[in-house]
């Protein structure tokens, strides 16, 4: 049975933008103004304090490691802050050697390795909208690794460079879910699939998304009755069921008709419609704009 999440990631195509040192040392502070694509950091030595927008401050220290699924406005600061300084990450220049805070003269109190990647589909809301805006997790070494790794192949230019970091990514990003404990899961997949009797009705939809699924049956596949599993699910994933399939559908939608080749009327039948009229319908409500558009203009 299909694995939602690998689905979904899958779909989105990651891939590594930028992967840097980051280091401080003394009284200093960060102001990054909202960015949008996801972002990442783990924690090699010393601590700091991170204060998301819209979230309690936190503490790092070794081992931790952070993903921001949309990387809204932060601040980074040394435990006693100095003045903040603000960056704009979408002008900002990689600086050689990584980035340094604080004062520059001197060994690093704070070091830590952070970047951000981006998608090659345009669809990087649908992994946002699944996950909380801050994930914060302690003591994966596996983690930490991974963020390494990422460094280490980032600086290189050498043959399949890009190939081994969008499979890194790609396990980062796993690994990163699986990670996170299922009671700090905002709604959403997440959360959805970690309630025993929604996760096979997650599975079950996601491995046959063509399906003329109606809530009766997910409830069935649940082992739960249709009004119980209505309210379990708008609770635990954010949606109502067929509200959810709707939007996995054009999740698919969207990238096979990026991807060219088929007919239109091959393309609504893989994503559970009865005819071409229908789809292209349902597709202009939901995207705002009809398949043919959509596919000429590259989504």
Known sequence: MADPLSQIIGLLQPRTVVSKDITGAGDWGVAYDDFGKPSFCAMM??????????????????????????TPNFT????????????SPAIAQPMPGGMRHGRAEGPAEMEMVGGYFEF??????????????MIHIRGEARLTDLVRMLGEEASQSGSG????????????LIQALRALPDQSAAPGLLRGLADLRLAPALRALHDDAARDWTVRDLAAVAGLSRSAFFQRFLTRVGLPPMEYLLSWRMALAKDLLRRGGLALERVAEQVGYGSAASFSAAFTRHVGQAPGRFSRQGG
Request: with cysteine; charged share 25%.
């Open 120 to 133: 090659a589909t345009p669809d990087a809301r649908l992994l946002a909208a699944l996950l909380p805006q």
């Open 45 to 70: 030595k010393g601590e700091c304090r991170l204060r998301v927008s819209g979230t309690s401050e936190v503490w790092l220290r070794p081992g931790d490691f952070v993903l921001l699924p949309a």
């Open 161 to 172: 460079t890009d190939l081994v970091l969008v499979r890194l990514v790609e396990i980062l």
């Open 76 to 87: 980074l600061c040394s435990p006693e802050p100095g003045p903040l300084r603000r960056i």
